[in-house]
């Protein structure tokens, strides 16, 4: 897309300069055919002069600094897969295109995977419009999350600073860069709308704590960096609410405390290291009469959650441990639990409040502390 502007905009040049040269005067008049200092060029009818105008307003002066300092880490991502023609010669034809940014100065590039869900292969434009082809490294179709890889020099690479999404407050000032409908470095601003909302992703798993903002966001936006004043990136742009498909003031970006978490693993694993408790649980809301918490139904033999002290169901004879909280966030569904251990990775330690010795009526039961370890699970 940038080639096709630019091809324009050099058309609308050569076109100006045949303009020029076409005229009255020459295309290069020199320094003794200028008219003397004292004497001023006859103004076409009509003409009007420039009206000079002062010092940017501050605010435009922090957008306009803001986007050349960020703009350099965004990139252009487009999909590929490989056809057949019915002469049996193999080319790539587009599957897609979306945004990314530049993780480190090692090459790794990050952006959604629904923007290289069907590519066999990819190619990534810097800022600088060179290009890249850049291989997968990982994938957490469960966030939306991908990195890629690219053989660039580190001085071409400018990994975007990096914020956080916990400490957020609605109404402060969002900023998007990306290339909606392939238009290339692309800058929209808006605010923070709302927090802490959940979406599903396109693998029907809930995305949380993610950021609503109604920053113009459009196909082709997928995967660019969501930023706020500082410039620092505070969530990946991952979906629009939108009955036409186009903006219609409701984004959603995936948290940048998310992606810390996840973008690691991903270079490290390929796959995300979810941490688990460890533990087989009830799959079902208990009835509504009993505390709320997720019941233990199994604990691996011999484990060291085993050993942590943790007690599964026994058939009918006793009702295993309830748990409550996780490092003292409540845990009222298995769904709840999920979303707070996303907070940690495996290997954390964690401290989790269960309800020990609770009947089959729902009744009795003390609360106990067991210490653990959280162990690396799939997703």
Same mark, same amino acid.
């Given at each position: 897309?940038?080639?096709?502007?630019?091809?324009?905009?050099?058309?609308?040049?050569?076109?100006?300069?045949?303009?020029?040269?076409?005229?009255?005067?020459?295309?290069?008049?020199?320094?003794?055919?200028?008219?003397?200092?004292?004497?001023?060029?006859?103004?076409?009818?009509?003409?009007?002069?420039?009206?000079?105008?002062?010092?940017?307003?501050?605010?435009?002066?922090?957008? @306009?600094?803001?986007?050349?300092?960020?703009?350099?880490?965004?990139?252009?991502?487009?999909?590929?897969?490989?056809? =057949?023609?019915?002469?049996?010669?193999?080319?790539?034809?587009?599957?897609?295109?979306?945004?990314?940014?530049?993780?480190?100065?090692?090459?790794?590039?990050?952006?959604?995977?629904?923007?290289?869900?069907?590519?066999?292969?990819?190619? #990534?434009?810097?800022?600088?419009?060179?290009?890249?082809?850049?291989?997968?490294?990982?994938?957490?179709?469960?966030?939306?999350?991908?990195?890629?890889?690219?053989?660039?020099?580190?001085?071409?690479?400018?990994?975007?600073?990096?914020?956080?999404?916990?400490?957020?407050?609605?109404?402060?000032?969002?900023?998007?860069?990306?290339?909606?409908?392939?238009?290339? &470095?692309?800058?929209?601003?808006?605010?923070?709308?709302?927090?802490?909302?959940?979406?599903?992703?396109?693998?029907?798993?809930?995305?949380?704590?993610?950021? &609503?903002?109604?920053?113009?966001?459009?196909?082709?936006?997928?995967?660019?960096? +969501?930023?706020?004043?500082?410039?620092?990136?505070?969530?990946?742009?991952?979906?629009?609410?939108?009955?036409?498909?186009?903006?219609?003031?409701?984004?959603?970006?995936?948290?940048?405390?998310?992606?810390?978490?996840?973008?690691?693993? +991903?270079?490290?694993?390929?796959?995300?290291?979810? *941490?688990?408790?460890?533990?087989?649980?009830?799959?079902?809301?208990?009835? =509504?009469?009993?505390?709320?918490? #997720?019941?233990?139904?199994?604990?691996?033999?011999?484990?060291?959650?085993?050993?942590?002290?943790?007690?599964? @169901?026994?058939?009918?004879?006793? +009702?295993?441990?309830?748990?409550?909280?996780?490092?003292?966030?409540?845990? *009222?569904?298995?769904?709840?639990?999920?979303?707070?251990?996303?907070?940690?990775?495996?290997?954390?330690?964690?401290?989790?409040?269960?309800?020990?010795?609770?009947?089959?009526?729902?009744?009795?039961?003390?609360?106990?502390?067991?210490?653990?370890?959280?162990?690396?699970?799939?997703?």
């Amino acid at each position: 897309m940038k080639s096709r502007i630019s091809a324009l905009l050099v058309l609308a040049a050569v076109v100006g300069t045949a303009y020029t040269i076409g005229s009255s005067r020459a295309a290069t008049p020199s320094r003794a055919h200028s008219p003397p200092a004292n004497e001023s060029a006859a103004a076409p009818p009509g003409s009007r002069a420039v009206t000079a105008r002062g010092a940017l307003l501050p605010e435009e002066l922090h957008l @306009t600094q803001l986007f050349e300092r960020t703009s350099k880490s965004v990139v252009h991502i487009t999909s590929l897969r490989f056809r =057949r023609s019915l002469s049996r010669d193999v080319y790539r034809v587009p599957e897609g295109s979306g945004s990314g940014f530049v993780w480190d100065q090692s090459g790794h590039i990050v952006t959604n995977y629904h923007v290289i869900q069907s590519g066999q292969s990819f190619q #990534v434009v810097l800022a600088d419009e060179s290009s890249w082809t850049a291989k997968l490294v990982g994938v957490a179709p469960h966030k939306d999350l991908a990195v890629l890889k690219i053989e660039a020099p580190a001085e071409l690479l400018a990994p975007l600073d990096l914020g956080s999404s916990h400490d957020l407050r609605v109404g402060q000032a969002t900023y998007a860069i990306g290339n909606p409908f392939g238009l290339d &470095q692309s800058l929209t601003r808006g605010v923070i709308s709302a927090l802490g909302r959940e979406i599903t992703s396109r693998m029907r798993t809930t995305i949380y704590d993610v950021i &609503q903002s109604d920053t113009a966001v459009n196909p082709g936006n997928s995967g660019g960096p +969501l930023l706020d004043s500082a410039g620092r990136l505070i969530g990946v742009n991952t979906a629009i609410f939108s009955p036409t498909g186009a903006s219609a003031g409701i984004s959603f970006a995936t948290p940048v405390d998310t992606v810390r978490r996840i973008v690691p693993d +991903l270079i490290t694993y390929g796959r995300v290291q979810k *941490p688990v408790i460890g533990f087989r649980s009830y799959p079902q809301r208990l009835p =509504r009469h009993f505390p709320r918490g #997720v019941l233990v139904v199994a604990v691996p033999e011999g484990s060291a959650l085993e050993r942590a002290g943790l007690r599964g @169901t026994i058939d009918e004879t006793r +009702l295993g441990d309830l748990v409550m909280a996780v490092n003292g966030r409540a845990t *009222p569904t298995l769904s709840d639990l999920e979303a707070v251990l996303e907070r940690f990775r495996a290997g954390d330690e964690v401290r989790l409040t269960v309800l020990r010795g609770l009947s089959f009526e729902g009744e009795g039961g003390r609360e106990v502390t067991i210490e653990t370890k959280l162990q690396p699970g799939d997703e």
